[in-house]
C-alpha cells in the first residue's frame, strides 16, 4: 500500500467525516509535520504506479475524481485547505511528512490566499436562435426559405462573435469582485449536454463576505445581458490552488 | 434572462456535474512530484469516451434532445429561492 494525498490544512484537529472514506472506501487519516494537517488514505500501489493505462479508463478516473472530492470538500467545510492535484501518492506517511517539510511555505501561501474564500463557477453560453428570433414568420415559398435559412446562418455567426465579447464583460465583471479570477477552456457541447455553445467557463475567487454580492452581479448581468449564465458553486479553492495562480 | 445555479454540493448531496469537476481537478490543486511522479494533472480528456461516461452516469441529463427542456427549467429557476440561497453560516 502507499499513501495518497488529498489536502493539507492547517487547523486540522481529526479525520473529516466523510461517510464514504477516502479511495476505494480507504479509511483516512492526518499526518501532522511542521504545523500542518495532511489527509491521507493507503491505496492500492498498482492501481497507482502505472497511471498510463488509466488515462482514458474514464469510469476510474471518475470514482477517484469523486472520492478525493468529497475528502477535500469535508476539510474544506470547516478549514481552509489546500487541494492537492489528483492523484498525488507518496510510499508511506514519513515520505508525507517530508514533503510538508519542504513545502511549508507553499502550502502557507495557498492557504493564506484561499482562507475565507471560495471558488465559484460561472459559465455563459450563447442564447438559443429560437429565443433571439421568436418573432421570425413562417416563409411564404421555397426561395424565401432558402434565404431565411442563409440569413439565420449568418445570424448565429454574428451571434456567437456577439456572445464571446459579452462573455469577456460578464468575465471582467465577475472578475472585478473577485479576488482572482482564472479561465478554463470552454466545455466542449458534447460534455455539457446543451446544443448552445458555451463562451465562458470562469473560476473567480470570491471573499465569503461578498457571496450575496456575487449571486446579486450575475443575477443583474443576466438579465441586463444577451448570453446565458450558469453559476456553480462554493467549490473549494481547486482552480486556485496550483502553481499558475 | 436566464440564470441557472447549481449548488456543488458542500452543504447537501445533490451530484456535482463531472464535467466540471475534472475541470478544476486536472487543472487545479497543488502540484507536488509524487514518489511514483505520476498526476494527472493535465489528463486531456478523451471528449468522446467522457461523453459516453456522463451519458452512463446521468442519461437524463445529457443529449441535445434535452435543451429545450432544461432551457425551459433553467428559465424557471430566474428569481427562485435556489439563486438567492445564501451560505449557511458556520
Not at chain 1, 493539507?8 to 479509511?27: H, K, N, Q, T
Not at chain 1, 488514505?41 to 498498482?46: F, H, K, W
Not at chain 1, 482562507?115 to 421570425?136: L, Q
Not at chain 2, 434535452?66 to 435556489?82: F, N, P
Amino acid at each position: 500500500m502507499i499513501t495518497y494525498l488529498y489536502a493539507v490544512g492547517r487547523d486540522l484537529e481529526r479525520v473529516p467525516d466523510v461517510g464514504s472514506g477516502g479511495i476505494a472506501g480507504g479509511a483516512l487519516r492526518l499526518v501532522d509535520e511542521a504545523g500542518l494537517q495532511a489527509v491521507v488514505s493507503d491505496v492500492d500501489r498498482e492501481a497507482f504506479e502505472d497511471l498510463e493505462a488509466h488515462r482514458e479508463d474514464l469510469a476510474w478516473l471518475a470514482e477517484v475524481a469523486r472520492a478525493h472530492h468529497g475528502v477535500v470538500e469535508a476539510v474544506g467545510r470547516e478549514h481552509a485547505v489546500a487541494p492537492l492535484a489528483l492523484a498525488t501518492v507518496y510510499l508511506d506517511d514519513d515520505r508525507v511528512r517530508a514533503v510538508l517539510r519542504e513545502s511549508r511555505a507553499e502550502f502557507a501561501a495557498v492557504l493564506d490566499r484561499v482562507d475565507g474564500r471560495d471558488e465559484w463557477g460561472v459559465k455563459a453560453y450563447v442564447r438559443p436562435a429560437a429565443a433571439r428570433s421568436a418573432a421570425a414568420g413562417r416563409p411564404s415559398s421555397g426561395a424565401a426559405y432558402l434565404r431565411a435559412r442563409r440569413e439565420a446562418l449568418r445570424e448565429g455567426d454574428a451571434a456567437i462573435a456577439a456572445a464571446e465579447r459579452e462573455a469577456d464583460a460578464v468575465d471582467a465583471a465577475v472578475a472585478a469582485l473577485a479576488v482572482e479570477a482564472r479561465r478554463h477552456p470552454p466545455q466542449d457541447r458534447s460534455l455539457t449536454g446543451r446544443s448552445e455553445q458555451m463562451v465562458l467557463n470562469g473560476a473567480y475567487l470570491v471573499e465569503r463576505s461578498a457571496t450575496d454580492e456575487l449571486r446579486r452581479l450575475v443575477e443583474e448581468l443576466a438579465r441586463d445581458g444577451s448570453v446565458d449564465l450558469e453559476l456553480t458553486g462554493p467549490w473549494v479553492p481547486y482552480s486556485f490552488a496550483g502553481r499558475a495562480s | 434572462m436566464t440564470v441557472e445555479h447549481r449548488e456543488t454540493s458542500l452543504f447537501g448531496d445533490r451530484e456535482v456535474a463531472l464535467v466540471d469537476l475534472l475541470d478544476r481537478l486536472l487543472a487545479g490543486g497543488v502540484v507536488l512530484t509524487g514518489d511514483l511522479t505520476i498526476s494527472l494533472a493535465g489528463v486531456d480528456l478523451v471528449r468522446i469516451s467522457l461523453r459516453a461516461l456522463i451519458t452512463s452516469i446521468a442519461p437524463a441529463e445529457s443529449g441535445p434532445i434535452e435543451a429545450v427542456r432544461s432551457e425551459r427549467v433553467v428559465s424557471e429557476r430566474v428569481g427562485s429561492d435556489r439563486l438567492v440561497k445564501g451560505r449557511p453560516d458556520g
